[in-house]
């Protein structure tokens, strides 16, 4: 399972296998500090999924299912709906890149250190994965269009990281 994120006003966006079905989650978190403002978030659940794997990534994504992600439902202001779409993820080397239908698409490219490793930033005070390094990347490209709400960025920071989510 793998997790890639992108900050600020920018849409997060989470994406992960419930074999073999995935969810994506998109926010627009807004202009000011990720805490002070509440989030407007959408699902949406691998189209090819049946009907217990949507019951099942509903629940994770939406925090009823316990464990790391139920913290987050305090930060969330609106949900605003839950759709099923076309999900394509791709992880090659350093690149990761997902593709929601029409609706949106994002590519980013983990960053070299000096020694060609990867850059990584631990103990993030607001990690998505705690625990787990997450590696620093450069958005090619974050597109999102739906409930009204459309995003076009580029050039800007992302991350990734390896991930499990389970319930508490």
């Known amino acids: 399972m793998r997790l890639d994120r992108s900050w600020r006003d920018f849409p997060i966006i989470r994406v992960a296998e419930l074999t ?7 926010g627009k978190i807004g202009d000011n500090h990720m805490l002070q403002t509440k989030w407007k978030v959408a699902l949406y659940v691998d ?6 794997q949507q019951d099942g990534l509903t629940q994770i994504f939406s925090g009823q299912a316990g464990g790391h992600l139920a913290g987050l439902t305090a930060l969330i202001g609106e ?10 993820y791709r992880a ?4 990761r890149s997902m593709r929601l239908g029409d609706i949106a698409e994002a590519e980013i490219d983990g960053l070299p250190g000096q020694d060609g490793n990867d850059v990584t930033v631990a103990n993030a005070p607001f990690a998505a994965v705690p ?25 800007k920071n992302g991350f990734f990281s390896p991930f499990a989510y389970q319930s508490a």
């Open 47 to 52: 189209e090819r999924a049946n009907q217990g």
């Open 79 to 88: 949900v605003m709906g839950i759709k099923t779409a076309a999900i394509e």
């Open 92 to 95: 090659e080397g350093n690149r």
């Open 131 to 155: 625990g787990v390094p997450l590696v620093v990347a450069k958005s090619k490209q974050v597109r999102f269009s739906d409930y009204g709400l459309k995003w076009e960025v580029s050039n």
């Open 20 to 26: 073999p079905r995935a969810e994506v989650k998109l």
